[in-house]
Nanobody
Framework: QSHLAESGGGLVQPGGSLRLSCAASGFILDHFAVGWFRQAPGQEREFLATINWSGSYPFYADSVRGRFTISRDNAKFMMYLQMNNLTPEDTAIYYC??????????????????WGQGIQVTVSS
């Protein structure tokens, strides 16, 4: 059974950094593009970043470009989101997601077949 599980969330001060991890099980990760999304209270789930099956082509939302870095390690069935210079506006539940690989960059939630359970990130002093 395919499964994604996030870790690494928590409380961080403004200006700080966190690295989220996502462990994949039950499917061949290098057949899938992966992405990160987040959802703040009362808001829709927001696209943050995606990366193709090989890890060679990352793509970012404007809101996080230059601060967040997506990466993956197919041999370890892992994907990551390095988040730097965090602000209170980054407070949300963060989700990793996966979809069958294609040449198209997908930024909508509907394009992703598999989702983690989400992990809380809180940025506060």
């Amino acid at each position: 059974q395919s499964h994604l599980a996030e870790s690494g969330g928590g409380l961080v001060q403004p200006g700080g950094s966190l690295r989220l991890s996502c462990a994949a099980s039950g499917f061949i990760l290098d057949h899938f593009a992966v992405g990160w999304f987040r959802q703040a209270p009362g808001q829709e789930r927001e696209f943050l970043a995606t990366i193709n099956w090989s890890g060679s082509y990352p793509f970012y939302a404007d809101s996080v470009r230059g601060r967040f870095t997506i990466s993956r390690d197919n041999a370890k069935f892992m994907m990551y989101l390095q988040m730097n210079n965090l602000t209170p506006e980054d407070t949300a539940i963060y989700y990793c997601a996966a979809r069958p690989s294609s040449s198209v960059v997908e930024v909508t939630t509907a394009a992703y077949n598999y989702w983690g359970q989400g992990i809380q990130v809180t940025v506060s002093s």
